[in-house]
């Protein structure tokens, strides 16, 4: 496997970049000091909020690209780059086919601010890893501000509980499981392949000269646009398959070991 030629380098946050405690490596912040020397581009891809990855990557937030909820906002030095609002209409579809259903939590994510509802409030700690700035409502349906997605979180397993009442809207959106708890719904552009692809054409990068690691099914997109793709060893089974290669996983700093493979190249 020759890295020389890599160019950019993009990393989902949790479950491949984070530890299971939420944290980035003192390894991670040393190496990135020499893939900047290198000239090497580095993108963080997340289905979090912005603010809340630049909160994990604060010392170097000016130095890098972000893309957040999933490819629907993208920021360079609190700048942005581009974004993919959700329709109205498609938010009010979408929060009255999970209106019946036990147990879930939707979310409505801005720009700078996620929207839960008012007796959300055992759910506000799980949320706060996620999205550091919210605010609560009384109604989701009466927002009308622009979103970018909306996430539904289950407590136990969102590919069993809510996914099956919402992949239907997979005919006009973009319906993600993004993580053990949680399924995303956004415009189809809004993904993180469709941001790597616009940040690979703005910067001159070819998909042989991209690497890019991911663990879960809205790591899938961006996975299709690198050749050095990875999936990490606590993927989900699609992303295991679909990447081109593997690495351990994210608590064994499976990104950090190929990083130092990529330097050493």
Not at 75 to 87: A, R
Not at 177 to 190: K, P
Not at 232 to 252: C, D, F, G, L, R
Request: with cysteine; hydrophobic share 35%; glycine share 4%.
């Amino acid at each position: 496997m020759d890295l020389s030629q890599v160019k950019m380098v993009v990393t989902d946050m949790d479950g491949t970049l984070l530890n299971n405690k939420h944290q980035v490596s003192n390894r991670f912040f040393e190496q990135f000091k020499q893939l900047k020397e290198k000239g090497i581009l580095f993108v963080a891809a997340s289905g979090r909020q912005y603010s809340s990855i630049i909160d994990k990557l604060h010392s170097i937030k000016k130095e890098i690209i972000v893309v957040a909820e999933n490819g629907g906002f993208v920021m360079k030095n609190d700048n942005e780059v581009f974004s993919t609002p959700l329709n109205q209409r498609a938010k009010n579809e979408i929060l009255d086919t999970i209106a019946n259903l036990e147990n879930v939590n939707p979310v409505l994510c801005s720009k700078t601010k996620a929207y839960l509802l008012n007796d959300s409030s055992g759910f506000v700690h799980r949320l706060k890893e996620f999205y550091n700035e919210y605010e609560i409502l009384e109604d989701l349906k009466s927002h009308s501000g622009e979103i970018l997605k909306i996430a539904i979180y289950h407590p136990e397993d969102s590919e069993k509980y809510i996914y099956p009442a919402v992949k239907h809207f997979n005919e006009n959106l973009k319906v993600k499981v993004s993580g053990q708890n949680w399924v995303d719904l956004s415009e189809n552009d809004a993904n993180k392949g469709y941001a790597i692809e616009k940040l690979q054409e703005q910067y001159n990068i070819s998909p042989d000269e991209t690497m890019v690691f991911g663990d879960y099914n809205n790591d899938l997109e961006m996975i299709g646009k690198a050749k050095y793709s990875f999936a990490m060893a606590n993927a989900h089974p699609n992303v295991i398959e679909a990447a081109n290669y593997k690495t351990k996983s994210n608590e064994e700093y499976g990104v950090e070991e190929i990083l130092e493979q990529l330097l050493l190249s």
